[in-house]
T-cell receptor, first 114, second 114 residues
């Protein structure tokens, strides 16, 4: 158990819909990262937050947005869903803003868009 | 941005043999290079990492080498065991201390056969 909690574990929805994925980081970790894992793309970095502030951005689509709340949990919002958004979405956390050690990954949220 | 290429995409070795996975990165400013192991249906977990001021690091049967000039780093697993079967991801990051965008390779599926 990494200490990072992600909900829901599985989600099935239709094209055009909007979903919210939630992540609670390890106790004491201030930095949260979101990654998308699809079969042929490996782990794609989406976005990083540190103590509520956006710190780094990857190839995150405009239809996707994220935020980190004062209690440090984070949410990833995916809207106008397309079939190609089906993937495993991982949240990870670390203590610091820079990666000076291990990223602790959650178990992931598997999104299926039909 | 950073681009990480990883080879091979699949690797099959016999138990007891060595396995080598190679990665190249594009951004000469990258200074942190972790390796993650992802077992089937599980979250990625850090197995070893190396920083740009070090050329080699070893941890029991696992070693990583870094050639900054060639922008190349490799994972070496000796005396492979069936439990080493997993997908391995290399990654590279430019850790500024205030933000980090860890870019992953596309993964290598290692199969250790009896």
């Amino acid at each position: 158990d990494s200490g990072v909690t992600q909900t829901p574990k599985h989600l099935i929805t239709a094209t055009g819909q909007r979903v919210t994925l939630r992540c609670s980081p390890r106790s004491g970790d201030l930095s949260v990262y979101w990654y998308q894992q699809s079969l042929d793309q490996g782990l794609q970095f989406l976005i990083q937050y540190y103590n509520g502030e956006e710190r780094a951005k990857g190839n995150i689509l405009e239809r996707f947005s994220a935020q980190q709340f004062p209690d440090l949990h984070s949410e990833l919002n995916l809207s106008s869903l397309e079939l190609g958004d089906s993937a495993l979405y991982f949240c990870a956390s670390s203590e610091l803003a820079g990666v000076t050690g291990e990223l602790f990954f959650g178990e992931g949220s598997r999104l299926t868009v039909l | 941005g950073e681009n990480v290429e990883q080879h091979p995409s699949t690797l099959s070795v016999q138990e007891g043999d060595s396995a080598v996975i190679k990665c190249t990165y594009s951004d000469s400013a990258s200074n942190y290079f972790p390796w993650y192991k992802q077992e089937l249906g599980k979250r990625p977990q850090l197995i070893i990492d190396i920083r740009s001021n070090v050329g080699e690091k070893k941890d029991q049967r696992i070693a990583v080498t870094l050639n900054k000039t060639a922008k190349h780093f490799s994972l070496h697993i000796t005396e492979t065991q069936p439990e080493d079967s997993a997908v391995y991801f290399c990654a590279a990051s430019k850790d500024t201390g205030t933000a980090s965008k860890l870019t992953f390779g596309t993964g290598t599926r290692l199969q250790v056969t009896l």
